[in-house]
């Protein structure tokens, strides 16, 4: 309940703002679509299209680094 009053308070304070200011909030999650990857070799005359490609969120995860 705590979360949600937070929010509403944070959308008002947001909708009240000037024009010029600009808010912005990361959640922290990724939601990623589905792509197409396309690889060319324009000396093989070889042209691919790959579609439907998911890709993954590794958002709460550490980095390889």
């Given at each position: 309940?705590?979360?949600?009053?937070?929010?509403i308070s944070l959308f008002v304070?947001?909708?009240?703002?000037?024009?010029?200011?600009?808010?912005?909030?990361?959640?922290?999650?990724?939601?990623?679509?589905?792509?197409?990857?396309k690889i060319s070799q324009d000396i093989n005359q070889t042209f691919l299209r790959f579609d439907g490609i998911k890709l993954s969120d590794k958002s709460f995860e550490f980095p390889l680094y």
């Open positions: 309940m705590k979360t949600i009053k937070i929010l304070f947001s909708v009240c703002i000037a024009q010029d200011l600009t808010f912005f909030a990361y959640l922290g999650k990724n939601l990623p679509a589905s792509t197409y990857l």
